[in-house]
């Protein structure tokens, strides 16, 4: 009898532990990882100093971007996102991005999916200006 009350005690267990296990409250689905910026370029002309130190991280409404500096050193930066059809919006205003984005600090940016999440994902983000700023993802995992 003990026995028997002692498997079902734990099938219960799994069975809550395995019914509660989300993505930070939330499934984002193709977007969820870490993606690394391997190109940008602005005007079609590829930056040339740009040399992949940028990834930008997607949990839940949490865009984290991360710029690699030498020595093993990094600075992070955050902020919220959303996408609603092919508009990725990264609101910035109390947060920010990577500066080797080139996006404006402190504010809302809409950026154009020129192709959706996958393995890789094209963003297009055009300033006030109309400077043209393609950048190219790799999903890292």
């Known amino acids: 009898m003990r026995v028997s009350l002692y498997i079902l005690f734990i099938l ?4 809550l532990a395995a019914a509660g296990c ?13 993606w690394q ?6 005007n079609g002309t590829p930056v040339a100093d740009y040399d992949g130190n940028i ?14 500096l030498e020595h093993h050193e990094y600075n992070e930066y955050f902020a919220t996102w959303s996408v609603e059809g092919a508009t990725l919006s990264i609101d910035a205003v109390k947060g920010g991005v990577a500066p080797g984005l080139m996006m404006p600090a402190g504010s809302v940016v809409h950026v154009e999916l020129l192709r959706r999440p996958g393995k890789v ?16 993802l790799k999903k890292l995992y």
């Not at 989300?22 to 870490?34: E, L």
């Not at 990834?55 to 690699?68: C, H, P, R, T, Y």
């Open 55 to 68: 990834s930008v991280m997607f949990q839940n409404n949490i865009l984290k971007s991360i710029e690699l």
């Open 37 to 42: 910026v391997t190109s940008i370029s602005v």
């Open 22 to 34: 989300t993505r930070n409250n939330g499934a984002i689905g193709a977007w969820f990882g870490t």
């Open 12 to 15: 219960a267990a799994m069975v």
């Open 121 to 136: 994902m094209q963003w297009r983000y055009v300033d006030e200006s109309g400077t043209v700023y393609d950048y190219d």
